[in-house]
């Protein structure tokens, strides 16, 4: 089983561009992966970044 990590990031356009980041990598990594997002305006940004 994974372990829930946490990471302490600077501001909130930093924590976007971080989401993206990962995002897109997870994508490259596994195209078929079932992912579930948060919606709203929480997310927004580091969504953006990717599509």
């Known amino acids: 089983m ?3 990590t946490f990471q302490e990031l600077s ?3 930093a ?3 971080d989401v993206s980041e990962r995002l897109l990598a997870l ?3 596994k195209p078929n992966a079932v992912i579930c997002l ?3 305006a929480t997310p927004a940004a ?3 970044n990717v599509c």
């Open 2 to 4: 994974s372990r829930i």
């Open 11 to 13: 501001d909130y356009r």
């Open 15 to 17: 924590l976007s561009e």
């Open 27 to 29: 994508i490259q990594r």
């Open 38 to 40: 948060a919606t709203g």
């Open 46 to 48: 580091g969504l953006s």
